[in-house]
């Protein structure tokens, strides 16, 4: 039997299954060991998709710091011809999250890797906020420290400027008020920002507006799943 893994993307929003494709039961089925950035939410999650699963029957690895005897055990088993699922927290796995060092692994020991469809919230704000969708980066995080990440903000306009590309990146739910707070103050009057927030939820918002229209109507963003992005002319 030849080794597989899937990349089993979940939801943005918690129990918010319905924008996810009926078809990824079947890779939960013939699964036989999951990597999972939290135990408890992904057999919840499961569960979700496929209610008669005995937990019980399968293994389960951390991968959220992916250790020698985490790597180990994804060697052994694909190395045994089993198929394996890799789960993040939120939407895809491989983008933005541990998973990638696995998958990294796989290729490197020429298995077969299959990616599923799911929620990216990446993609989703990207589409949704009528900038540039043919040049983008994507960033990850800001630095935390204020000085640093003012610093940060300027090049990140400056690179969507002279590079023509829109900037896209996040930011730890508690700090996102700040972030919003040092884009307006430090942007360009003009530089266009989308902050999109609650994808797939039932407060889903995803507005795009100059820097100076953001000055006097700022959202409230705080411990709300968000994805910055700018776009400067």
């Known amino acids: ?8 993307p979940t939801v943005l929003m918690e129990g918010r299954t319905e924008c996810l494709p009926a078809y990824l039961a079947d890779a939960v089925k013939n699964s036989a060991a ?3 950035e939290d135990e408890r939410t992904a ?7 496929w209610k008669e699963m005995v937990i019980d029957n399968y293994e389960w690895w951390n991968m959220k710091e992916i250790s020698g005897e985490t790597s180990g055990a994804f060697r052994r088993l ?3 011809g089993k198929t394996v699922s ?6 895809c796995p491989g983008i933005a999250d541990p998973g990638q060092q696995l998958v990294t692994i796989a290729q490197e020991m020429q298995v077969v890797v299959k990616p599923l469809v799911g929620p ?12 540039n969708g043919q040049h983008f980066e994507f960033l990850g995080y800001l630095p935390i420290e204020k000085t ?20 896209i990146f996040i930011e730890t739910p508690y700090r996102n008020n700040h972030v919003m707070e040092a884009l307006v103050k430090h942007c360009h009057p003009q530089t266009r920002i989308c902050v999109a927030v609650d994808l797939t939820g039932e407060n889903e918002m995803v507005q795009t507006r100059t820097a100076v229209q953001w000055k006097n109507n700022l959202p409230e963003l705080h411990k709300r799943p968000a994805i910055f992005l700018i776009e400067a002319t």
């Open 43 to 49: 057999r919840r999650y499961l569960k979700l998709l």
């Open 78 to 80: 694909l190395k045994a």
């Open 120 to 131: 990216n919230s990446i993609l989703l704000a990207l589409m949704a906020s009528g900038m």
């Open 34 to 36: 999951f990597f999972v």
């Open 86 to 91: 890799i789960i993040s927290e939120a939407g």
């Open 148 to 167: 640093e990440r003012t610093k940060a903000i300027t090049a990140i306009e400056n690179a969507s400027r002279q590079k023509k590309t829109t900037q």
């Open 1 to 8: 039997m030849k080794s597989l893994v899937y990349l089993v």
